[in-house]
């Protein structure tokens, strides 16, 4: 059974920094195609971040993050990290990664994605 864990959430003010790690427990399932972040605040629809392609270690961003948050991997581990700097409130939301986009499309189609973690909580305050 795939399972995704995320790890290194937590509280930070504003223009601080979080990084974030998600493990895939089944290589296989790592190296298919993306990696990918999402995140979802109370009441709002879930986001896309961005997304590693781990075969080639190509990495693909939202408008609303670019050039503050950095996606990298360390394929050895089956681990993708997200490097979160210059955070600000309204980075607040519960942080998802997916695995297995099966449809060979764009990497932020969430419905495509197998596989979900449970998700971990970022919280930046003013």
């Known amino acids: 059974q795939v399972h995704l864990v995320e790890t290194g959430g937590g509280s930070v003010q504003a223009g601080g920094s979080l990084r974030l790690s998600c493990t895939v427990n089944d290589e296989t399932t790592y190296n298919k195609n993306f990696v990918a972040w999402f995140r979802q605040a109370p009441g709002k629809e879930r986001e896309r971040v961005g997304a590693i392609y781990t075969a080639g270690g190509d990495t693909f961003y939202a408008d609303s993050v670019q050039g503050r948050f950095t996606i990298s991997q360390d394929a050895a581990r089956n681990t993708v990290s997200l490097q979160m700097n210059d955070l600000k409130p309204e980075d607040s939301a519960m942080y998802f990664c997916?695995?297995?986009?099966?449809?060979?499309?764009?990497?932020?189609?969430?419905?495509?994605?197998?596989?979900w973690g449970q998700g971990t909580q970022v919280t930046v305050s003013s």
């Open positions: 997916a695995a297995d986009q099966r449809y060979g499309g764009a990497w932020y189609v969430a419905k495509a994605y197998k596989y």
